[in-house]
């Protein structure tokens, strides 16, 4: 079956600039999770997704970020006014409640901020 | 605050033999350990995992050991293999706080023919 798709797979925008990122889960599964890895460093937990409620939004380093999820399908991430700082990959994962800790990801988005 | 640490960023073994990977962390509250295997503009992909109830994990050529005294965990590839090639990252997770994996630095592991 599809696995977790991300879109868009590369995005270059000016300082300041809003972007989304969208991720589109594995089908029936029920928790969402983002992250980002900026270079060299291991993946950072963002925020997560129970259906469409978020109990988890510790990692999310600003209120320039914020995320939603709709219908317990799709989510986008949105950054506001971004920052070269935010010049990282942002990786979906999602899971089963079955087995939810074994989160399978995207490919992710690699932004960049000019 | 790094909880989870990979103090290895590189791994060089020979083709066909053991590639031991390790992770060391400093939450006592985690119960739940994965790795994780990375190749470069892919997303991770899930390998192995162990609960902290075991102290060993075995899935064909990959076996997970975890100390929980030493709060050390490894992993290891026997016989190792050229498509083992990618960054291996060590994850852990308190299952009760919905499953939020904090991640490790990484392992790139290189399989020479």
């Known amino acids: 079956g599809a696995g977790v798709s991300q879109s868009p797979s590369n995005k270059v925008t000016e300082k300041g600039k809003d972007v989304e990122l969208r991720c589109d889960p594995i089908?029936?599964?029920?928790?969402l999770y983002w992250y980002r890895q900026s270079l060299g460093q291991g993946l950072e937990f963002l925020i997560y997704?129970?259906?469409?409620?978020?109990?988890?939004k510790s990692g999310l380093p600003s209120d320039r970020f914020s995320a939603e999820r709709t219908g317990g399908s799709v989510s986008t991430l949105t950054i506001q006014r971004t920052q070269q700082e935010d010049s990282a990959v942002y990786l979906c994962?999602?899971?089963?409640?079955?087995?939810?800790?074994?989160?399978?990801f995207g490919p992710g988005t690699r932004l960049t901020v000019t | 605050d790094q909880q989870v640490k990979q103090n290895s960023p590189s791994l060089s073994v020979q083709e066909g033999r053991i590639s031991i990977l390790n992770c060391d962390y400093t939450?006592?509250?985690?119960?739940?350990f994965l790795w994780y295997k990375k190749y470069p503009a892919e997303g991770p992909t899930f390998l192995i995992s162990?609960?902290?109830?075991?102290d060993k994990n075995e899935d064909g050529r990959f076996t997970v050991f975890l100390n929980k005294s030493a709060k050390h965990l490894s992993l290891h590839i026997v016989p190792s293999q050229p498509g083992d090639s990618a960054v291996y990252f060590c994850?852990?997770?308190?299952?009760?706080?919905?499953?939020?994996?904090?991640f490790g630095q990484g392992t790139e592991l290189s399989v020479k023919p």
């Open positions: 994962a999602s899971s089963s409640q079955m087995v939810f800790v074994e989160q399978y």
């Open positions: 089908s029936g599964h029920t928790a």
């Open positions: 997704f129970q259906g469409n409620s978020a109990p988890d």
């Open positions: 939450n006592s509250m985690f119960d739940y």
């Open positions: 162990i609960s902290s109830i075991k």
């Open positions: 994850a852990a997770s308190v299952i009760n706080q919905g499953g939020k994996l904090i």
